[in-house]
């Protein structure tokens, strides 16, 4: 490495740490039910793999910008379904499925040593691992006010949450957004679970919505995915939006990197945001699965907190989290770790129901 190199760590892989769970749980003899990682088991919608396959003659390279067809089915759909007055097609720009651009947005927005970034104290673990790729200072809080002086460069919101589900109301997300305006600092919200609101009193809300951020999108990200919404998970499809000025830079970037969206998958994401069909009877099958695995589980001794949103239930028996793991695999049953996602979480586990109808049934029978 050359001298003056920044050098930084990365935690161990947490998943690793649930292997042997998982052999004791698929050591049952009827099988395991992986309720622990949230990737969807069912199809691809037709529609959309037809796109796919109509595209795959694709012999020059694709457009990091994206197609204007797609950013304006983005925009489309952010109008139509989040409520998102200003949607610009010319602010979207399509990423390689957002994990990528979660871990990676600190480095090309610019962080590095010396800023800091914020994310939730509970929270998906590569919020943390953006900010130790740049070399960026990290703080895990719930609470702006507690960082005194000091002023973050990224903020991070995740409204649904992942792991807890909560849903964090409007009225907060423009108490954040103003705190963040005063600083000039950047809040970026991880939107993925949008479409997924359990709650009809609480439903979730974009950061770009109008009663959030009084119909300016200035110093604003907003970051959303097909994996769940569409089942296409293996696709890696994704976008950014919301400051034109930020998308721009993150472009510019992007194009020098060759970060780009392969073509096929950007002709299958158009079509998965015009049609809003599949993602009712998908919402339909989640709906079933969610209302059979909490009645279980609070059968079982749990006790569901928040989950009023997302795919997951945030569930604890008042024990060592890895106590409940353990517990549960010996039913054959495979679930998250609390503490995976924060110190927060040490006797909680994180449920996902994106299990099939078939392994859904068979946890509710074991429990």
Request: glycine share 10%; net charge negative.
């Amino acid at each position: 490495m050359r001298e003056g190199a920044q050098v930084f760590t990365l935690p161990d892989f947490p998943w690793d740490r649930l292997a042997p769970y998982k052999e004791r749980a698929a050591a049952h003899p009827g099988g395991i039910v992986d309720l622990s990682v949230g990737t969807p088991v069912d199809p691809t919608p037709e529609p959309i793999r037809e796109a796919l396959a109509a595209a795959a003659d694709a012999p020059g390279y694709p457009q990091t910008y994206g197609t204007p067809a797609l950013r304006e089915s983005v925009a489309g759909w952010l109008r139509r379904r989040a409520g998102v007055t200003g949607a610009d097609p010319d602010a979207v720009l399509p990423v390689i499925g957002t994990k990528e651009l979660v871990a990676w947005l600190p480095t090309l927005l610019g962080t590095g040593p010396g800023d800091t970034v914020v994310f939730p104290e509970l929270a998906y673990p590569t919020y943390d691992v953006g900010a130790r790729l740049c070399g960026a200072e990290r703080v895990a809080t719930d609470g702006l006010l507690a960082l005194g002086p000091v002023t973050p460069k990224i903020v991070w919101v995740n409204s649904p949450s992942n792991p807890t589900g909560k849903v964090l109301p409007a009225e907060h997300l423009r108490k954040v957004v103003a705190w963040a305006r005063g600083r000039g600092a950047i809040v970026v919200s991880d939107e993925c679970y949008l479409e997924f609101g359990w709650d009809d009193a609480n439903p979730p809300v974009s950061i770009l919505h109008p009663d959030v951020c009084d119909g300016s999108h200035e110093g604003l990200l907003a970051v959303n995915s097909l994996s769940k919404r569409s089942n296409l998970a293996g696709y890696r499809a994704g976008f950014v939006t919301g400051d034109l000025a930020l998308v721009k830079r993150l472009l510019e970037v992007r194009k020098h990197a060759g970060m780009i969206v392969p073509a096929p998958v950007q002709a299958a994401m158009k079509v998965a945001f015009d049609d809003d069909a599949h993602v009712v009877e998908q919402r339909a099958r989640y709906a079933r699965r969610r209302a059979a695995l909490r009645a279980a589980f609070e059968g079982h001794g749990f006790r569901i907190d928040h989950s009023e949103a997302s795919l997951y239930l945030w569930a604890t028996r008042d024990e060592p989290c890895w106590d409940t793991v353990a517990h549960l695999a010996s039913l054959g049953i495979s679930v998250g770790p609390g503490d995976f996602y924060g110190t927060g979480g040490a006797r909680h586990v994180r449920i996902a129901f994106t299990a099939t109808d078939e392994r859904v049934a068979a946890a509710v029978g074991r429990l």
